[in-house]
């Protein structure tokens, strides 16, 4: 399996921010960190395990990209308008840096050609980016895989009124998107897949995800969700089960 390791500056962040890509050509996943971690943790945690016939085979290139959750989301206590405006600069890190970045090592780097989909995933804090990133450029992303995601931003922050809260909390902003609104056909031309266990520490998830199914039943988009047993807890060895399954509707 062909791993390289990136490191660049960030305008967007002012700073340098690393990820991961693996493999060297496929569909691309782009993943997001779990809360608080790193562009290593998807595979420190076993989450290519499942995926490195796909890699190896060409079928598929994973990007592990970082985070800034501890400043962000995780800052509980900061300056709330502070903390969301930090989110908005990864946002923008994200869809104008890095995203270009991956399309200029897929097709300079890697040497290929063709069109190329790029999708988003991620487990827990990783869902609520990935669906996040998803449904704001679903003309960038085209498709998802959202595990165990808690998808309302006032979970995070609760006190604040900020309009970019609002635009980074999915079950505030997808009830108000109209049937008609030119995302939503976008949208329906994507695989969308949410899941979430029933087991321990699950309970958040397991409301966010109906609030999300019901919005894209709403609308009219064909979403895959699915809802895993009593015995499937928010965790990594569950994740680790869920992606191989999932990813065969992807490549």
Not at 21 to 49: C, K
Not at 58 to 81: N, T
Not at 217 to 244: C, M
Request: charged content about 20%; aromatic content about 18%.
């Amino acid at each position: 399996m062909r791993i390289a390791h990136y490191k660049e500056y960030s305008h967007c962040l002012s700073r340098d921010m690393e990820f991961l890509v693996y493999g060297h050509a496929g569909a691309i996943m782009l993943t997001f960190p779990s809360q608080n971690g790193r562009y290593y943790d998807y595979a420190n945690n076993g989450m290519l395990e499942g995926l490195e016939c796909y890699i190896d085979e060409g079928r598929l290139i994973v990007v592990a990209c970082d985070s800034i959750d501890e400043e962000s989301w995780s800052a509980l206590g900061g300056d709330e308008g502070w903390r969301i405006g930090l989110q908005e600069a990864y946002f923008h890190y994200i869809t104008d840096e890095l995203t270009p970045k991956i399309h200029s090592i897929y097709y300079q780097d890697l040497g290929n050609d063709g069109y190329v989909n790029i999708f988003t995933t991620g487990c827990s804090m990783g869902a609520t980016h990935a669906l996040n990133f998803f449904l704001r450029r679903p003309d960038l992303y085209h498709g998802v895989i959202a595990l165990s995601g808690v998808y309302h931003a006032t979970f995070f922050f609760p006190n604040y009124q900020d309009p970019r809260i609002y635009d980074n909390s999915i079950t505030d902003y997808l009830p108000n998107l109209p049937y008609d609104h030119p995302y939503v056909d976008l949208y329906r031309n994507s695989k969308i897949v949410l899941c979430v266990g029933q087991g321990r520490w699950e309970d958040e998830a397991i409301a966010d995800t109906r609030l999300v199914e019901d919005q894209f039943k709403r609308l009219g988009v064909n979403a895959f969700i699915d809802y895993w047993g009593y015995d499937t807890d928010h965790d990594w060895p569950f994740w680790r089960r869920q992606i191989p399954y999932f990813i065969q509707f992807f490549i």
